[in-house]
């Protein structure tokens, strides 16, 4: 007897989406999680000022520290997708933001270590940015694997939005308890309620035999022996793909250019606390991305979320230069209107909206 023709043409995939009331629970436990992480990110930012003082840092060494985060940022991106797409976004998450969630709220009692703050505080940016790297790949694959295609755009959009929140949270929160408590306290503050996210996570919507299981494959190392049924040869043969990953970039430089340049005209340090400005921007390329290759969607977005990485470490370089050599935003602004009219064309010449790969390759552990 043969199947019914819709359930001939049904997706795999489809059997482990998330239902209604699960996308909307894990929408909210996710929005919350991003609110999370930007608030750990921007707590150096805030109270640079003030270690500053403390620690004697002068402007140089203070941008040394702030910059370093995406030393570690850039390094981790492809690997925190390739694991998404491999074990389950959500375990990368939850395991990645334990992680953050400890060294954010260790990070005074680190600084009390020695003599040496700039080298231990400038090693604790570079490990929180390691750990932080893989979180927006593995989400992308977790979306793209558990929520439905017509529900990605608004899904992934709700919870970006988190990034805004943060910001705003720790600007406001923060500042109120640096002037109060100290700049002790916005890590305390930024890192305790990670670490609460977390153990909520682990109670309430994941599995201690999941968790273990994905730490014995880590541990062990992922079986590299393993057939995949991703077309690599020629999913990087697309000009689709390539399309969709350079526009990231150009999404991020406006951005840094005018931070960095601002900074640079600047006589006291300039709290940068977050990508506004391409918050749109950086929504619709991800969703394009689960569009094209949603079975390998986290590996694809660290490639492209690993350029836009490196405009945070080029840009602001490059923006503080320009600045002190012509003395003018002119120069500034002239790059940024280049760089994202290149990127313009380039997604408006090579993009497309057709899926690349092929079956799934997940592994529900």
Not at 63 to 86: A, E, I, K, N
Not at 263 to 271: A, D, E, K, P
Request: proline share 4%; charged share 10%; hydrophobic share 45%.
């Amino acid at each position: 007897m043969q199947p019914p023709p819709d359930e001939t043409r049904r997706d795999p995939a489809e059997d482990v989406q998330w239902s209604r009331p699960e996308c909307q629970l894990w929408t909210g436990t996710l929005l919350l999680g991003t609110c999370l992480l930007y608030c750990a990110r921007v707590s150096m930012p805030i109270c640079a000022v003030s270690m500053s003082q403390d620690f004697g840092w002068n402007k140089k060494e203070a941008g040394l520290v702030l910059s370093s985060f995406f030393w570690g940022y850039c390094l981790t991106q492809v690997v925190g997708g390739h694991l998404g797409d491999r074990i389950g976004g959500e375990k990368v998450i939850l395991l990645s933001a334990s992680a953050w969630g400890c060294i954010t709220a260790a990070t005074p009692l680190l600084a009390q270590l020695g003599s040496a703050h700039l080298a231990f505080m400038t090693f604790s940016r570079i490990l929180t940015g390691l750990l932080q790297g893989v979180y927006f790949p593995a989400l992308t694959s977790l979306l793209s694997q558990k929520v439905r295609e017509s529900e990605r755009a608004f899904t992934y959009s709700t919870v970006g939005a988190g990034s805004q929140f943060g910001t705003l949270l720790t600007g406001a929160a923060g500042s109120l308890l640096l002037d109060w408590c100290g700049w002790q306290s916005v890590f305390y503050f930024s890192g305790g309620l990670t670490l609460l996210w977390v153990c909520y996570v682990y109670r309430c919507l994941l599995s201690e035999k999941d968790l273990l299981l994905a730490l014995g494959v880590l541990a062990q190392g992922l079986r590299v022996t393993r057939h995949t049924k991703v077309p690599w040869r020629r999913l990087f043969w697309k000009s689709s793909v390539w399309a969709g990953s350079s526009t990231w970039c150009p999404g991020w430089w406006p951005f840094l250019l005018v931070c960095s340049a601002g900074f640079s005209l600047t006589v006291s340090s300039v709290r940068v606390t977050g990508p506004l400005p391409c918050g749109s921007s950086c929504s619709g390329i991800s969703v394009n991305i689960q569009d094209l290759a949603p079975s390998c969607a986290g590996f694809l977005f660290g490639v492209a979320n690993t350029a836009g990485a490196l405009a945070g470490v080029v840009g602001v370089c490059l923006g503080g230069y320009l600045i002190e050599t012509t003395g003018s935003w002119t120069s500034v602004f002239n790059l940024v209107a280049a760089i994202s009219s290149l990127g313009l064309c380039t997604f408006l010449v090579f993009g497309k909206a057709q899926r690349v790969d092929l079956s799934p390759t997940h592994e529900d552990l």
